[in-house]
Every structure is written in structure tokens, then in C-alpha cells.
């Protein structure tokens, strides 16, 4: 609400992209008004580091004094606030936009992101059957593990067509370059997290074309990355088609108003989700000693 309402200074995204292995790092920076700090934080994803043992993410985060400049604290994280952040966006916009009894949750992805974005739709849907799919059938056994004894009832889908067919509440958490949902069927929700960079897609333009609200977390960021921008330049989607989810959010505009509405959220992340989760975290920190 405060990144829509104009409340914070975000400048653009800055960005590295690595081809051998591939890989692309994130810088995002700025403030909320009335906050008491700036916050710069780095974010990278290397894909091919589970081959490794390693996770694909990483990174921290700089929390300055906005009033003397001063480093107050180093939150090496990993990657972690960022994925937790990323994860609680994907709550909020099902809470605003997925249909109240979507019958199935799909996954698509297999990753850390896929399993925080699971466990947080706990907090704003009560549906717990849950179809995951993922290229590496491995991955897909040791993710659905970590929910076996849990609330969640997850099992694997053979293929993404069965997820579409069943699922009207799905998540996509991968770093694909080409599209992997090509269709939905109506009363869908779609919030897609993958594609934070230029390069990268996971539906197809029609798919938004098709879609009766799309919502993104920043309208100008939608002109360089993310689903809204591929649909655009692909000429299937009006460039002010798209609204801010933080407008939603707010009572502005209104969310999903009948059950058979397609509905998508293009989330490539902003700042201002980092300057909250940082000094949320610090000021507990803080406080706690």
C-alpha cells in the first residue's frame, strides 16, 4: 500500500546477469517516509548451485540510519528474508484474488520459494490438497517430504495440464525462460514469482490476455520484467491493462468479485518488502536484547 500510495522512494532495480553458469543478482535499495532507515539490499540466484549442495539463492541486506547515514546493522541472511518476503506477497495477493475454495492448490517449482509459498497460503485459504510439479522428479519426492506429516495433503502431478485441470489456486516459482502454463481454465488464480528478470517466463501472454484482473506489485517495473512485460511485447496485452496489487490491497479497487474470474499476479518484488522485512527484523533484534 505505501509502494501504490507513493509513501516510498524506490529507484529502479539494479541488475547483473551471468550466462556460464547462469545466474542474475539483484541489488534493490530505497525508503518508506516516516521509516527511520534506508535499506540496500543485494539478492542472487545461481541455478545451478543444488548440483553443488548449495542453495540457489543468497545475498543480505545494509540497514542505514536515513537521519546520519550510519550502518546499523549487516543482515547476512542468505537469501532468506527475501525469500520469506517473496512468499508473504504470494499470501497476500491469494488473500485478495484466489477464489475461496480453489478444490486444489498447484505448485509448479520445487524449490525453497515453492515450499514458503505453501506454507504461508496456510494462513489465507482453507484448502490443503496440493498437486506439485517440478522438472526433476528427485527434487519433486524430497519437497513433497517435507510436508508429509503436515496439514497439507500434497501429492505430485504427472504433468502440468493435470495441475491446470485440477487446481484453481496456482503458484509459479521457477526461474523458466519459456512459458510453462500456456492456458487456464476459468475461476483460476495464478500468482507467478519466477520471473524477476528480463529473460524469464513462466506463462504464456495469452494467459494474461485472458485473465479479467492482472495485478502487479509495481507498474514500472512491469515495463522491463516480469509476465505483464513479455505479454505487452508480445502485443497479446494493453499496457494499462494491468493494475497495482497495492491498490487492491488498500479498497481502491476491487479484487476478485465472482467465482469464475481468471486472475493472475505478476510479482517480480519490490523494495519496499525489503526496507519493512529488514527493519522488522532489526527492531526485534533490538528489542529482544
Known amino acids: 500500500m505505501a509502494y501504490s500510495q507513493g509513501r516510498a522512494v524506490v529507484p529502479p532495480v539494479g541488475e547483473l546477469l551471468f550466462e556460464d553458469p547462469p545466474a542474475d543478482v539483484h541489488i534493490k535499495y530505497g525508503y518508506v517516509r516516516g521509516d527511520g532507515y534506508y535499506v540496500i539490499k543485494v539478492a542472487s540466484g545461481f541455478y545451478q548451485n543444488p548440483q553443488l549442495g548449495l542453495p540457489s539463492s543468497n545475498g543480505l541486506m545494509l540497514l542505514f540510519s536515513r537521519h546520519t547515514g550510519v550502518l546499523e546493522a549487516v543482515l547476512l541472511d542468505e537469501g532468506h528474508l527475501t525469500d520469506v518476503r517473496t512468499a508473504a506477497a504470494g499470501a497476500v495477493a491469494a488473500r485478495y484474488l484466489a477464489p475461496r475454495e480453489p478444490g486444489c492448490i498447484g505448485i509448479i517449482g520445487s524449490g525453497i520459494q515453492a515450499a514458503l509459498q ?53 503458484v509459479t516459482t521457477t526461474p523458466a525462460t519459456a512459458p510453462l502454463l500456456e492456458a487456464v481454465h476459468a475461476g483460476t488464480h495464478i500468482t507467478a514469482v519466477g520471473a524477476d528478470a528480463p529473460h524469464k517466463q513462466e506463462l ?77 527484523v532489526y527492531e526485534e533484534t533490538v528489542h529482544a536484547h
Open 204 to 280: 504464456a501472454p495469452s494467459v494474461l490476455a485472458a485473465a479479467d484482473i492482472v495485478a502487479v506489485d509495481s507498474l514500472s517495473q512491469s515495463d522491463s520484467r516480469g509476465e505483464v512485460y513479455r505479454a505487452v511485447d508480445a502485443g497479446e496485452l494493453g499496457r494499462g491493462a494491468a493494475v497495482e496489487l497495492g491498490r487492491i490491497v488498500s479498497g481502491e479497487l476491487p479484487g476478485r468479485t465472482r467465482r469464475e474470474q481468471i486472475t493472475v499476479a505478476d510479482l517480480t518484488g519490490v523494495a519496499t518488502q525489503d526496507i519493512e522485512i529488514a527493519r522488522a
Open 118 to 170: 505453501l506454507a504461508n497460503l496456510a494462513r489465507v485459504t482453507s484448502c490443503r490438497k496440493v498437486l506439485v510439479w517440478g522438472r526433476n522428479p528427485d527434487r519433486v519426492a524430497a519437497w513433497r517430504e517435507q510436508f508429509a506429516n503436515g496439514e497439507f495433503d500434497v501429492a505430485a502431478a504427472a504433468d502440468i495440464d493435470t495441475l491446470v485441470d485440477r487446481c484453481r489456486l496456482i
